[in-house]
């Protein structure tokens, strides 16, 4: 029995590669002129749909994201990969951070889910602008749902979900009963390229727009931003001349031996 | 340009196919031998001076074909400490082979014999930047990559990238005239280059470097004759890049092409709809992708097809969904096998690696005989067809790759037999020879060095060659610099 529905969440961030700038006024990130890409862990999240879909093993996978006009960009990146359709969830407010809460966002996914009714959920395991980490959690919590996080490996069986999770010491496999969240980790898969006919058709794949104020969240953010400052400059290091030199370094400055 | 390359860019890797003992000029019967006292006047004139063994990593190119006998190293810290070095060398007449980051790939930057090698390395400071007219102002020693990481702090970049960027120096790079993947976008960086400081034989400080300023046609443009000229006309001492602002918003696509003319088409294609935001087109044959997947296992070609071409067309732009609609109309107006454009900075920088990765995969294989020429592209690709069909019968893994659209082609022959004098002699003359047949330059961006003088004609005429010859004896009138370079002994 395949699933019929897969919902993976993808994010628009700043391009892991970018050196982030504190914006002048110290108020968060520099955003403009700032390469944005999909959440890297997100992008393992979609890849993960699209082979449940090759696999048979469910029916239709649908990408989901919240954010601003651009967002679209990276819903038609999910779309070139190979998800059927995509929805944006309009917001002008910030995902990183003094905007839209976690836990907003998780309720908007919510309104999502059930208006869509996935037999899954796959998100990244965080999002590498604000780092929370959340949104998993959270939306599993909301729904009722089974969850299963930090996700290196998953097998769908019918009703069920073998997921093989990444703990500090090593990693567990559970079982889950479906529908669940399920948040993506680095190993669970290496997401493909995009190809030409691929990257053509998405262009015609259905997008449909919904404004997050009209889902009956409240939007308004708890969480208050008092400031943003880039971590201290490194000092450079010294070159010792001997090890007689380390060990006094060690012993007297840094005071460790 | 791309946003970070973490990757590769130590070029000193260890080697293991050496090669045989090429042969090399008769030396100089005029030329001094360097003595002890030698030696101790050069301490007292410079702050390093590295001896003995410590030499001798120096004296070894980077292709591992040519090694020089240089008993010393002088590593001045400035231009003054340039100048006192060479103005003792020429009075003494002792040859000078002045030395960068060492990458040079026709044995340019390694002794013949045994001339005492200047390295520049120490002059590495960057004096700064003008940001109204994108000018930086720096020592020749300055490293490539080290150089582009300051500008891109600043929201510049180099006008240059190639994949020695991590080794290469600037004043090198000005030395060579190089190239590389980023001259389809902003040019020859005779272009870039608006300023620079160099030091004749005899030691005398010429300073062209006051200008932060991208015009000025007062009298002879003295930076010219030194770029290109191989360290055989002066030593570059500090120069005056003119650098192009950031573009941030950097797109890879990878594309199979059944056959050359379909290559050719994509370069028209990116021309005509991308504009200005091209930023690099290069290519691969099938010999070239299967060394550089063998060499770099941990990568895969995305695309599965047989198609015998792969080319890579970079876009780079300061508006991301402006660059975004170019670059899909792009897509859609080619006719390819197949392709894909990379998701990431990480999947960008592994298809740079492929591209950027056939030279070493190739190096480390076996003995390669290296090509680097610019030809037609109507008939670019006819020279590795040819080169295949003549070596057919030897066993040697041929494979043609390069700056494509600059129309340059790289031709490497493998034989991971070693060097054998009957390939050699396959080789060459025969491969010069074709490519002055078509018009081509038999030295497209790595120059002449020690690989190639005797082959200067077939691009240059004799009266040409003469004044090049003139130049040099007035530059340096007891040819102590960088001698057995570049011009053959009969014109001087
Ligand atoms: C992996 C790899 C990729 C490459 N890709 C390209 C490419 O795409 N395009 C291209 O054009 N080249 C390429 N090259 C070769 C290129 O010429 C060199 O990488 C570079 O330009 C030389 O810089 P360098 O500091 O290493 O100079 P060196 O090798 O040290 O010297 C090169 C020549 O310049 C002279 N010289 C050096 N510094 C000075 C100075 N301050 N004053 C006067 N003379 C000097 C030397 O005497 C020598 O003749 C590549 C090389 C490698 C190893």
């Not at chain 1, 939306?139 to 703990?167: C, I, M, P, Y």
């Not at chain 2, 930023?279 to 097809?305: C, Q």
Request: proline letters at 4%; one cysteine or more.
């Amino acid at each position: 029995m395949s699933l019929k529905r897969v919902l993976v969440g993808v994010k628009r961030v700043v391009d892991y590669a970018v050196r982030v700038r504190v914006a002048g006024d110290g108020s968060g990130v520099e955003l403009a002129n700032v390469k944005m890409s999909m959440n890297p862990f997100c992008e393992i999240a979609c890849e993960e749909a699209i082979r449940l879909k090759e696999k048979g093993l469910c029916e239709e996978a649908v990408a989901v994201s919240i954010g601003p006009k651009q967002a679209q960009e990276t819903l038609r990146s999910a779309l070139a990969m190979g998800c059927d359709r995509a929805i944006h969830i309009t917001t002008d407010a910030r995902l990183d951070q003094g905007g839209l809460d976690p836990l907003a966002v998780a309720q908007l996914l919510q309104k999502i889910v059930e208006k869509e009714e996935p037999d899954l959920v796959l998100v990244g395991k965080q999002s590498i602008d604000g780092d929370h980490g959340t949104t998993a959690p959270m939306l599993a919590e909301l729904l009722g749902w089974s969850q299963a996080t930090f996700a290196a490996s998953l097998n769908v069986d019918g009703g069920t979900a073998e997921v093989e999770r990444e703990t500090d010491a090593g990693t567990e496999v559970i079982k889950i009963q479906l529908p669940a969240v399920v948040s993506a980790d680095l190993r669970l898969n290496a997401p493909r390229y995009p190809k030409l006919p691929n990257i053509m058709k998405a262009k015609k794949k259905p997008l449909e727009a919904i404004d997050a104020a009209s889902l009956g969240v409240d939007l308004t953010p708890s969480i208050v931003v008092e400031g943003v400052a880039p971590p201290a400059a490194r000092k450079a290091g010294v070159t010792v001349e001997s090890v007689d030199d380390l060990v006094d370094k060690l012993k007297n400055e840094a005071a460790v031996l | 340009m791309r946003l970070a390359r973490h990757i590769r860019r130590r070029t000193d890797a260890v080697r293991s196919f050496s090669a045989p003992t090429m042969p090399v000029a008769k030396r100089h019967d005029w030329l001094s031998t360097l003595e002890d006292a030698d030696v101790a006047n050069l301490n007292a004139r410079c702050s390093k001076i590295i001896e003995g063994a410590d030499a001798k990593p120096y004296n070894r190119d980077w292709m591992d074909k040519c090694e020089g006998k240089a008993r010393i190293v002088a590593q001045p810290a400035t231009t003054e400490e340039v100048s006192a070095v060479l103005a003792y060398c020429n009075e003494k007449r002792l040859a000078v082979t002045t030395q960068g980051g060492k990458t040079g790939l026709v044995g340019g930057s390694v002794p013949v014999h045994d001339e005492v090698i200047l390295s520049t390395t120490r002059l590495n400071t960057i004096e700064g930047l003008d940001k109204d007219t994108g000018v930086v102002t720096c020592g020749a020693g300055v490293v490539l990559e080290t150089l582009d990481a300051y500008l891109r702090e600043h929201d510049f970049v180099a006008p240059l990238d190639l994949g020695a960027a991590g080794t290469c120096t600037i004043g090198g790079n000005l030395a060579t005239n190089a190239g590389g993947v980023r001259f389809v976008r902003y040019g020859s960086l005779r272009g870039a280059c608006v300023g620079l400081e160099f030091v004749k034989a005899d030691g005398t400080v010429v300073d062209c470097a006051r200008t932060s300023l991208r015009k000025d046609n007062t009298g002879y443009a003295l930076p010219q004759l030194l770029i290109g000229s191989e360290g055989t006309l002066g030593v570059i001492t500090k120069c005056c890049i003119a650098c192009p602002s950031l573009s941030p918003f950097v797109n890879v696509a990878w594309l199979a092409c059944n056959s050359f003319d379909e290559v050719r088409k994509v370069l028209t294609t990116a021309r005509s709809t991308l504009g200005e935001i091209l930023s690099a087109v290069e290519f691969l044959d099938r010999g070239a992708l299967d060394a550089t997947l063998r060499a770099h296992p941990d990568i895969e070609d995305p695309l599965e097809t047989d198609a015998p071409f792969r080319v890579l067309v970079e876009t780079a732009g300061c508006d991301a969904t402006h660059d975004a609609a170019k670059l899909e109309r792009f897509l859609e107006a080619i006719d390819v096998e197949d392709g894909c454009v990379a998701p990431t900075t990480s999947a960008m920088n592994a298809l740079w690696t492929l591209r950027e990765g056939v030279s070493d995969a190739m190096t480390s294989r076996g003995f390669v005989y290296k090509y680097d020429v610019s030809l037609p592209p109507s008939t670019l690709y006819d020279l590795v067809e040819k080169t295949t069909e003549r070596l057919e019968h030897l066993d040697v893994d041929v494979a043609g790759y390069g700056h494509v659209g600059d129309a340059n082609l790289h031709l490497n022959v493998c034989d991971v037999t070693g060097y054998r004098e009957e390939v050699h002699a396959l080789l060459e003359p025969w491969v010069y020879e074709e490519v002055a047949r078509s018009r081509g330059s038999i030295s497209a961006e790595h120059g002449v060095g020690q690989c190639k003088p005797e082959y200067l004609h077939l691009n240059k005429s004799v009266e040409a060659m003469d004044l090049m010859g003139s130049l040099k004896k007035v530059m340096d009138p007891h040819l102590i610099l960088n001698p057995y370079k570049v011009l053959p002994a009969s014109v001087l």
